[in-house]
């Protein structure tokens, strides 16, 4: 199973991917995880683009298309893939479609969760997330059972350098200037499936996975 999860910052991909990639036993593979760890690990690839991440930009084309193809070469993908947070322009989704044509492979949908500014907002200004095992946490709707620590592992939670309230609308903004094309992009293609994200986590889930069987037999059918 090859998935891409399109939508705003914090309408819910990274919490989805996790539970999607745990059903399917497939890699959850998020390029602002990857971009992250390089800053935090100090690597060439991190100071080239921690002012990006730390304004809210996007990384250019050719940096996110490296991380992206060095990645789906590995053994760990061979069976399936969930891209979280890419494509996000033309070109990332155009270099991706190169990649499976190479490879024989298809992608299965393109989910694109949907979610109003103002709910975004919140969420993101209240997210905390564990530094060792990524879990992701909402002060108010998904708090860790004991204050300011994780569940899985007792680590520190922290909150992102761009979760700050400039920077979410930085994003915000970006993400309304690009997202277009990439939807046209889907959607032309068939494999856009679009989820309404305001509903309890729970319900978003069997949305998707709804979404995602009805995608399977309609790629059985035209096989
Ligand atoms: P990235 O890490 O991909 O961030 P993002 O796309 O902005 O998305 P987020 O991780 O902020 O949100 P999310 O949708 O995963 O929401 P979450 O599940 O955490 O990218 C960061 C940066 O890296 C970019 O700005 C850019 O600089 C760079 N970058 C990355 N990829 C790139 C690319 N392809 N090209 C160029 N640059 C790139 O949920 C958010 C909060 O809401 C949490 O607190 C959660 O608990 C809560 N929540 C989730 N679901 C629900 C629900 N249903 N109800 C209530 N609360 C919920």
Not at 8 to 23: C, F, V, Y
């Amino acid at each position: 199973m090859r998935l891409v999860f399109l939508g705003p910052p914090g309408a819910g991909k990274g919490t989805q991917a996790r539970l999607i990639t745990d059903e399917y036993g497939i890699p959850k593979i998020s390029t602002g995880d990857m971009l992250r760890a390089a800053v935090e690990e100090g690597t060439p690839l991190g100071r080239q683009v921690k002012d990006f991440l730390d304004r809210g930009m996007l990384v250019a084309d050719d940096i996110t298309n490296r991380l992206v193809q060095d990645r789906l070469v590995q053994a760990e993908c061979a069976r399936g893939w969930l891209l979280d947070g890419f494509p996000r322009t033309v070109g990332q989704a155009e270099a991706l479609d190169g990649l499976l044509r190479e490879r024989g492979e298809r992608l299965l949908a393109a989910v694109e969760l949907r979610l109003d500014d103002e709910i975004i907002v919140r969420r993101l200004t209240e997210r905390r997330v564990c530094p060792q095992c990524g879990e992701i946490y909402h002060l108010t709707s998904r708090p860790p059972r004991r204050d300011g620590v994780c569940n899985q592992d007792g680590a520190a939670l922290v909150q992102r350098e761009d979760d700050r309230d400039d920077v979410v609308r930085a994003r915000l903004r970006i993400y309304h200037e690009r997202h277009g094309p990439v939807e046209g992009y889907y959607n032309r293609s068939g494999a856009l499936v679009g989820i309404d994200a305001n509903q309890p986590p729970e319900q978003v889930h069997r949305a998707i996975i709804d979404a995602l069987e009805a995608a399977r037999q309609q790629q059985a059918y035209a096989i």
